[in-house]
């Protein structure tokens, strides 16, 4: 008996370019073997399937996971800056323009900063 097959969808984007691939694979095959069938890493070349994280509707996940009918596999691409170093020069610039207060590093309470002025 034939294995029926699942329907399946493989996304990449970079900034200047998307794919969005559909196509059918067998049931029981892996993340791994979904990317491979699409054909997405002859469109993108710079896909790197040792180094690249993969997810399954925006959930990281092993490329040796199973995949079910309707999965759409997504293929990351690697972080060019530190989300947690952008926030902290983020607020640092904040509190040296003054539109943060200087202890908590939260905004300024209006009725704190009329009490300072006022004093």
Do not use: F
Request: hydrophobic letters at 35%; aromatic letters at 2%.
């Amino acid at each position: 008996m034939m294995e029926e097959p699942i329907n399946i969808e493989v996304a990449y984007a970079t900034p200047a370019k998307q794919s969005l691939i559909e196509l059918t694979v067998p049931k029981g095959a892996t993340v791994e073997q979904g990317i491979l069938a699409s054909g997405i890493t002859d469109i993108h070349n710079e896909i790197d399937l040792k180094t690249a994280k993969v997810g399954v509707w925006n959930r990281v996940c092993k490329p040796t996971v199973e995949l079910q009918d309707g999965d759409r596999i997504e293929i990351y691409r690697p972080l060019i800056a530190d989300p947690k170093e952008v926030r902290k020069r983020r607020a640092e610039k904040a509190i040296q323009e003054g539109r943060a207060d200087k202890v908590t590093g939260g905004r300024l309470n209006p009725l704190k900063a009329e009490k300072q002025k006022a004093n």
